[in-house]
């Protein structure tokens, strides 16, 4: 699935949407990786429920990013940007969140995580800090991660098959002592707003666990079954 360019999934045992009380989706065999756009990968397998006037929930009950098996590493991580901002005060050392943003449009079916390292300037000495699972973009790196000398982050891609080639780097910047103080103005006049917000309530029909795992080599082509845990 991809946004609003979402293809739907169909049973092959059913031949349409798979039957309450059930934990089971087999595909159909040689089901295509693909949305209604052809510009918009499928990268995730979502998962909605119908309710009993035939409408379906308003957002997914549960997600799985997609692995589309096949014998290549990954290609260079498609990402957009990178940014870190060093917290740990102390020279030497860093701490802080490490923030991804993946390309819009980005292709992340051969992909199962992005791998973390801190590295010298050569793209050497490398020792890995920590791994974003497709999905997530967000890693907190601990307060007194040691440097050693090294002075980049560099972000791969990594599946079963090994890692990418090549990484997208980002120089650090190592933080001694206090950020410099900033002012800020205070507004005197306030508004109020009154917000009114309805709540979906998914209590009963959330699942847990959704699982996927393609079995077929080919590129762009899926089989395989879709499991998960039913509401109880």
Partial sequence: ANGAHQAQL???DVNYETPVGTNVMNLYPGTGRRTLHPEYPANFVVMYYQNPSGGYSSAPVASVA???KNPDPPP????ASVAFYDTDLTG???GG???IVVEPKADTGFIQEYVVYLADSTG?????????PIGTTKLMVPTGTVLGGRTQVLVYARSS???SSSAISLIL????????????STITSTTTVTITTTTEQLSKTSVTNLFFEDTNPEFGVLDGAVMWEPPT
């Fill in 76 to 79: 260079t991580p498609p990402l």
């Fill in 161 to 163: 098959m090994g890692e």
């Fill in 173 to 184: 910047h190592d933080q001694v002592g206090p950020y410099p103080t900033t002012t800020t």
């Fill in 124 to 132: 050497n000495s490398k020792v890995e800090i920590g791994v974003l």
């Fill in 92 to 94: 030497g050392s860093i």
């Fill in 66 to 68: 997609i692995f589309d």
């Fill in 10 to 12: 169909v049973d092959a």
């Fill in 97 to 99: 969140e490490l923030q």
